[in-house]
C-alpha cells in the first residue's frame, strides 16, 4: 500500500516527486524489509480501499543497507517465510546493496541476495562490499562513530549514482 500511496501523492501533495521513480531504502532490519518490499508486490494482502490503490504497487528500485536476516543459507540461515531472496524473479527491480565483511549480521545476506538477482535474470543491480564498517554505520555521519575514512563511506555517493 506504502508504494501506492506514494505513487497517487505524486505531484499533488508531495511537489516534485515522480510518480515513476518511487522505490524503498532500509538499513539492517529496515534492510530486511525493504527486501521482502522488493519481493512481494504482485499480490495486494488485503481489499481495495481507495484510488491509492488502482496505483502499481511495484518499486522501482531498492536500496538495501546492511540487511539482516534475508537468505537462507549458511551462517544466515533465515527460515524460508523471512528469507526475501527466495522469492526473487526476473521482475525484482533493480536492487543496490551495502554490507560490510566484519558486519556481526552476515556480509552473505548482501552476497546471497545479489547473487539470486542474478541466478534469476532480474533487473541490473549493484553489490558493494567494504572490508571494514561493522553493522551501523548508516549514512556515515560526521561524529556518529564511524571514521570517516572507512571505504564504506563512500556508499552515499554510489547510492546517488545508482539512481
Known amino acids: 500500500r506504502a508504494v501506492g500511496l506514494v505513487r497517487h501523492m505524486a505531484g499533488t501533495e508531495i511537489p516534485g516527486l515522480n510518480k515513476s521513480q518511487v522505490g ?14 522488493n519481493v512481494a508486490w ?3 494482502a488485503y481489499e481495495h480501499v481507495d484510488e491509492a490503490d488502482a496505483e502499481a504497487c511495484r518499486p522501482d ?4 543497507i546492511y540487511p539482516w536476516q534475508s537468505v537462507s ?3 544466515v540461515n533465515a527460515p524460508p ?6 522469492n526473487i524473479t526476473k521482475e525484482t527491480p533493480p ?5 560490510t565483511e566484519d558486519d556481526w549480521a552476515h556480509v552473505e545476506n548482501a552476497l546471497y541476495y545479489w547473487l539470486a538477482l542474478k ?3 532480474a533487473a541490473p543491480s549493484e553489490l558493494h562490499i567494504y572490508p571494514h564498517g561493522g553493522h551501523g554505520y548508516g549514512r556515515c555521519t560526521p561524529g556518529l562513530g564511524v571514521s570517516q575514512f572507512y571505504e ?3 556508499w552515499p555517493d554510489r547510492g546517488k549514482a545508482f539512481l
Open 61 to 64: 528500485f531498492a536500496m538495501m
Open 24 to 37: 524503498f531504502m532500509g538499513f539492517s532490519a529496515g534492510g530486511h524489509l525493504t527486501g521482502h518490499l
Open 42 to 44: 504482485q499480490q495486494r
Open 119 to 121: 541466478q534469476k535474470g
Open 73 to 75: 543459507q549458511a551462517p
Open 152 to 154: 564504506v563511506c563512500t
Open 81 to 86: 517465510p523471512a528469507a526475501s531472496a527466495l
Open 95 to 99: 536492487t543496490m546493496l551495502v554490507q
